[in-house]
T-cell receptor, first 114, second 112 residues
Framework: ETGVTQTPRHLVMGMTNKKSLKCEQHLGHNAMYWYKQSAKKPLELMFVYNFKEQTENNSVPSRFSPECPNSSHLFLHLHTLQPEDSALYLC?????????????FGSGTRLTVV | GESVGLHLPTLSVQEGDNSIINCAYSNSASDYFIWYKQESGKGPQFIIDIRSNMDKRQGQRVTVLLNKTVKHLSLQIAATQPGDSAVYFCAENGSGTYKYIFGTGTRLKVLA
């Protein structure tokens, strides 16, 4: 375990479903991130939270809705997704939202939209 | 635009040999670089980092080399083991921001 826990590990959902991904870290980090990892593509930054405040929305469609109730928890709410949204969704955290701190990643949620 | 590239999708190495994985970055303003290892079914795991004021940094069995002149980064793994089999990718911090730019990755296969 890296200290960043994501649930569920796998999720299959229909295009009309609503589901949520959860991320939890107890590393004392203040910045949390959602990334999308698709096959043969680089990691795509989706959202950034710093001290619970959203500081970045990287042009993500509104069918993805993040929530950060505190510095330890991060959610990604999903609704009316498309098959092309199928991917591995990774949560990461870092000590601060700074340029010289590496991330600690969770194991991801493998999402399949049918 | 900015890009970090790992152009070789698969690298096969005999167990016990040394592995070298390369990465080209495009932003000369990047001042912090990280190598990650991603095993099947897991998230990326930090291996080693290097700052732009250094040319070389060594860890346990791993060495990262940075050539700022040609904007090239490499990861060397000594005495490659089966447990090293994974996808490796590098990341740069762009223009000194927190928004890291990740490469697509190179799959390392260790042959017994």
């Amino acid at each position: 375990e890296t200290g960043v826990t994501q649930t569920p590990r796998h999720l299959v959902m229909g295009m009309t479903n609503k589901k949520s991904l959860k991320c939890e870290q107890h590393l004392g980090h203040n910045a949390m991130y959602w990334y999308k990892q698709s096959a043969k593509k680089p990691l795509e930054l989706m959202f950034v939270y710093n001290f619970k405040e959203q500081t970045e929305n990287n042009s993500v469609p509104s069918r993805f809705s993040p929530e950060c109730p505190n510095s330890s928890h991060l959610f990604l709410h999903l609704h009316t997704l498309q098959p092309e949204d199928s991917a591995l969704y990774l949560c990461a955290s870092s000590q601060e939202r700074a340029s010289n701190y590496g991330y600690t990643f969770g194991s991801g949620t493998r999402l399949t939209v049918v | 635009g900015e890009s970090v590239g790992l152009h070789l999708p698969t690298l096969s190495v005999q167990e016990g040999d040394n592995s070298i994985i390369n990465c080209a970055y495009s932003n000369s303003a990047s001042d912090y670089f990280i190598w990650y290892k991603q095993e099947s079914g897991k998230g990326p795991q930090f291996i080693i980092d290097i700052r732009s004021n250094m040319d070389k940094r060594q860890g346990q069995r791993v060495t990262v080399l940075l050539n700022k002149t040609v904007k090239h980064l490499s990861l060397q793994i000594a005495a490659t083991q089966p447990g090293d089999s994974a996808v490796y990718f590098c990341a740069e911090n762009g223009s000194g921001t927190y928004k890291y730019i990740f490469g697509t990755g190179t799959r390392l296969k260790v042959l017994a």
